[in-house]
């Protein structure tokens, strides 16, 4: 597989997993607002992902629901940032945030590359993650050193710098104030224990009637 | 928490009609939430948002003489036009 399809899978994966996670919300978050709020950013997610596999489906083959939900569990090349189970408040802001802020250094890393069809589509995603990162970046600030809130960016940020390659890593730690030295990574490549009973339930329904149609 | 009341533009031009509300605890939060409830679909053009405290409501209206030839729908003339229109009809015609 080239470089590039490595790539668009990497962020399609972050982008299509991390709005699984985020619509666990849906329902249940802390006010009808919030509620609304959250869901429609973890539609905007999984919207993010359709693009980039459709983009990957041209060199791959296949269509954008093939590469979504006919993988195998450890073809998945998401970051385990995006995996965790975090049914918990504190804990989601500081990984909305933390992803937002590394997702925000990729995207502006695309948009400056040379390949100018995966630099209009980074484009067109930016527009709509700038409603994501006033979002995170409210909340965060809110939250700003509530013991909680400190102890959840502290626990993910391993997880946070595993987003990244190690070259764009430094700029998240200047941007989240966050220290580069302290932390080993949680590198892409590596599943946690949790995405498993996600993938099982993401895609039983393509699963239980291969090719059917609806 | 504080309640802001909003208030949606479809197209540009258009009078703003109020579209509901949303409880924020600051004005950031307001139009975070604001932007995700009333705007996501493209369904608006503009939104405003005001705190209800700034609204300055009036629902008292005092009509103790009913006065209700100076309301916009007047009073009811059916009964006149029934009146007049028998009139036209049994007058003799006009020769002209």
């Known amino acids: 597989m080239s470089e590039r399809s490595l790539l668009l899978l990497s962020i399609a994966d972050?982008?299509?997993?991390?709005?699984?996670?985020?619509?666990?919300?849906?329902?249940?978050?802390?006010?009808?607002?919030?509620?609304?709020?959250?869901?429609?950013?973890?539609?905007?997610?999984?919207?993010?992902?359709?693009?980039?596999?459709?983009?990957?489906?041209?060199?791959?083959?296949?269509?954008?629901?093939?590469?979504?939900?006919?993988?195998?569990?450890?073809?998945?090349?998401?970051?385990?940032?995006?995996?965790?189970?975090?049914?918990?408040?504190?804990?989601?802001?500081?990984?909305?945030?933390?992803?937002?802020?590394?997702?925000?250094?990729?995207?502006?890393?695309?948009?400056?590359?040379?390949?100018?069809?995966l630099a209009g589509l980074a484009a067109k995603i930016d527009r709509e993650e700038v409603y994501h990162r006033i979002h995170a970046q409210m909340w965060a600030h809110r939250l700003g050193d509530e013991p909680r809130f400190r102890a959840a960016v502290e626990e993910l940020w391993p997880y946070a710098l595993g987003v990244l390659p190690a070259e764009l890593r430094p700029e998240l730690a200047r941007r989240t104030g966050l220290q580069l030295e302290t932390a080993g990574a949680v590198e892409r490549g590596t599943h946690t224990s949790e995405l498993e009973a996600l993938w099982n339930e993401m895609t039983e329904v393509r699963r239980s009637v291969p090719g059917a149609t609806w | 928490m504080p309640i802001f009341e909003v208030f949606r533009q479809e197209k540009k031009g258009q009078a703003f009609a109020h579209a509901g509300s949303v409880e924020a605890p600051d004005e950031a939060f307001a139009e975070a939430w604001a932007r995700e409830q009333y705007g996501r679909r493209g369904e608006s053009e503009a939104l405003w948002l005001v705190p209800r405290e700034a609204v300055h409501a009036i629902t008292d209206w005092a009509d103790e003489f009913d006065l209700k030839y100076r309301r916009v729908d007047g009073y009811s003339i059916k009964a006149r036009l029934k009146e007049a229109r028998e009139r036209a009809q049994s007058a003799p015609a006009v020769d002209r």
């Open chain 1, 14 to 117: 972050d982008e299509l997993i991390l709005g699984w996670r985020d619509s666990e919300w849906t329902g249940i978050a802390p006010t009808l607002e919030e509620d609304v709020a959250f869901s429609s950013i973890a539609q905007n997610e999984i919207g993010h992902a359709r693009a980039l596999y459709e983009l990957a489906a041209t060199e791959l083959g296949g269509d954008a629901d093939a590469l979504a939900f006919d993988r195998a569990l450890d073809d998945y090349r998401c970051a385990p940032l995006v995996e965790l189970h975090l049914l918990e408040w504190a804990h989601t802001i500081a990984r909305r945030w933390l992803y937002e802020e590394a997702d925000w250094i990729r995207i502006e890393a695309l948009k400056a590359g040379d390949d100018t069809e």
